[in-house]
């Protein structure tokens, strides 16, 4: 990247999809990349998604997931 050139700030919801898929599909037992790619569909608005890979996320490690949800409460 040039001096000139700018990164961009935020990636589109369906890149983001697609670089959490490609994370998740190369990791498939990596609990953040299950988390990630369920935060990538929970912000393009595809609950159903989001809440599958969540469910693979809490199911690879329990702990992990109630370590982060004690964080919002």
Do not use: T, V
């Not at 990636?11 to 498939?28: K, S, T």
Request: aromatic fraction near 12%; hydrophobic fraction near 40%; charged fraction near 25%.
């Amino acid at each position: 990247m040039s001096s000139g050139e700018r990164r961009p700030y935020r990636i589109g919801a369906e890149q983001r999809i697609d670089e959490c898929l490609r994370e998740a599909r190369l990791h498939p037992n990596d609990f953040f990349a299950q988390y990630h790619l369920g935060k990538a569909y929970e912000l393009a608005g595809m609950p159903e998604e989001a809440a599958a890979a969540f469910l693979r996320a809490i199911a690879l490690n329990p702990k992990r997931w109630m370590r982060i949800i004690s964080n919002f409460f």
